[in-house]
Every structure is written in structure tokens, then in C-alpha cells.
């Protein structure tokens, strides 16, 4: 009889922080939320304004999201988190509520 195989998993990080950023922001929001939008499942969390410490640009209006803006971190909730991005918390629900299409080059 053939031993038992025990396959490590090599593609675990999903759940990781995987830099400080996320670590702080995971401290700071207590984990992420799941929302289905028109193009699919996506985990957002909410930044506070405290938790806000770089400026970032938004994917709804290309506007500048200034440090110290709350606002909604918006990522692919079947990815790796590497398509991550920061949204304007208007921009975010407008987004939910109305099929744009996601900008994409
Ligand atoms: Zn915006």
C-alpha cells in the first residue's frame, strides 16, 4: 500500500497580510467584507480617515484619494489580491449600483 501523500500547498497567501500596509489596515478594519458587484465577487474593506496615510488614485473618477480620506479598498475577492485598489466610498457605491464597465486597457 502506498504511503499517504501529503502535498503542501504552495499558493496559501490569499489570507496573509502581505505587506505592512495590509497588516494595518487589516488591524485597523478587523478583516473585509464581501459585496457581489456586476462583474463579479469582490472583498472591500473601509479605510478610516486615520488609517489613511498615502494619497491614491481612484479607478471611478481618476481623482486623487488625499491622505486622510476614508474611503473603500476594493479587491477581486478570487484573486490574490494584487489587482488591490482604493476607491472613493461615492465612487465605490456608484460603482455597485450602475454596470460600468470596469476600466481596462
Ligand atoms: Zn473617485
Same mark, same amino acid.
Given at each position: ?11 496559501k497567501?490569499?489570507?496573509?497580510? $502581505?505587506?505592512?500596509?495590509s *497588516?494595518? &489596515?487589516?488591524?485597523i478594519?478587523?478583516?473585509?467584507? %464581501?459585496?457581489?458587484? #456586476?462583474? /463579479?465577487?469582490?472583498?472591500?474593506? $473601509?479605510i478610516?480617515?486615520? *488609517?489613511a &496615510? ?7 473618477? %481618476?481623482?486623487?484619494? #488625499?491622505? /486622510? ?5 476594493a ?11 482604493h ?19
Amino acid at each position: 500500500m502506498s504511503p499517504r501523500r501529503n502535498i503542501p500547498r504552495r499558493r496559501k497567501g490569499a489570507n496573509r497580510p $502581505r505587506d505592512d500596509e495590509s *497588516a494595518l &489596515v487589516n488591524r485597523i478594519t478587523g478583516g473585509e467584507q %464581501y459585496e457581489n458587484g #456586476p462583474d /463579479g465577487q469582490w472583498a472591500i474593506r $473601509r479605510i478610516s480617515g486615520a *488609517a489613511a &496615510v498615502k494619497t491614491y488614485r481612484c479607478p471611478g473618477c %481618476y481623482q486623487e484619494i #488625499p491622505p /486622510g480620506m476614508p474611503h473603500v479598498v476594493a479587491w477581486s475577492a478570487y484573486g490574490d489580491g494584487d489587482d488591490r485598489r482604493h476607491w472613493h466610498s461615492s465612487c465605490w457605491n456608484r460603482r455597485a449600483h450602475r454596470s460600468v464597465r470596469y476600466p481596462r486597457r
